[in-house]
Each structure stands twice: as structure tokens, then as C-alpha cells.
């Protein structure tokens, strides 16, 4: 079992940033690939970012590449997604997520049935 606790959302202005934490526990989190989702009200849950294991290769959804940045610190157990140049459709709830996956140093995959455990979400509101 792994248990995951986003942190980090907040409101924030038009072009802010900001980071969000996922810490875990439970398993060793060097044998999951992790990534980041997010859903905005009314729309279905999108995928935002992906990092392997080793954290040697990270993948991104074209909305969001360029502006966001996911990085882990295995040491710490804890994964993070920086925000910045946050946009108004940026608005939404932030999952992360972590897939079983000890011998492949593939990013985390773009399709949430891929995963085996999520946190339970931090909100991130964009302002004008």
C-alpha cells in the first residue's frame, strides 16, 4: 500500500506559481513511476505530467509543457509538480498518482487506469 498526500494549492493570481507537494509512505517510492492529474469542474480528470522512477525522464501534456515542471526526491519520498505562468484554465483539482512499476524507468503514463493509488487531491484556483 502507498498512501499519498498532495499540499500546496492555494488561490494565485494570473501568471503566478506554485508548488505542490505529494508526499507518500508506505512503500519504497523508488519502484513507482508517479504522475500529476488534474480536474476541472464539469470536465473529466486530464493528465498534466509524468516522471519515472529514477526521476531520469519526465513527460507532459502540451497544455501545460514549458510552464510546468515535475521532479522527485526519492530520499524524501515526496514528488513535486512547479506551476508557473498559471493561466485561468489552469483552474482545478491536483491528484497525484503512483503506478507500480520496479523494473521500467518509463514516465508515469498519461491514462489514469494505469495507476494504483491516488491522493486525494489539492484545489488550485487561478484568479484574473
Known amino acids: 500500500q502507498v498512501q499519498l498526500v498532495e499540499s500546496g494549492g492555494g488561490l494565485v493570481q494570473a501568471g503566478g506559481s506554485l508548488r505542490l507537494s505529494c508526499a507518500t509512505s508506505?512503500?519504497?517510492?523508488?519502484?513507482?513511476?508517479m504522475g500529476w492529474f488534474r480536474q476541472a469542474p464539469g470536465k473529466e480528470r486530464e493528465f498534466v505530467a509524468g516522471i519515472s522512477r529514477s526521476g531520469g525522464t519526465t513527460s507532459y501534456a502540451d497544455s501545460v509543457r514549458g510552464r510546468f515542471t515535475i521532479s522527485r526526491d526519492n530520499a524524501k519520498n515526496t514528488v513535486y509538480l512547479q506551476v508557473n505562468s498559471l493561466k485561468l484554465e489552469d483552474t482545478a483539482v491536483y491528484y497525484c498518482?503512483?503506478?507500480?512499476?520496479?523494473?521500467?524507468?518509463?514516465?508515469?503514463?498519461?491514462?489514469?487506469?494505469?495507476?494504483?493509488?491516488w491522493g486525494q487531491g489539492t484545489q488550485v484556483t487561478v484568479s484574473s
Open positions: 508506505g512503500r519504497t517510492l523508488s519502484s513507482y513511476a
Open positions: 498518482a503512483a503506478k507500480w512499476a520496479p523494473f521500467s524507468d518509463a514516465p508515469g503514463p498519461g491514462r489514469s487506469v494505469q495507476y494504483d493509488y
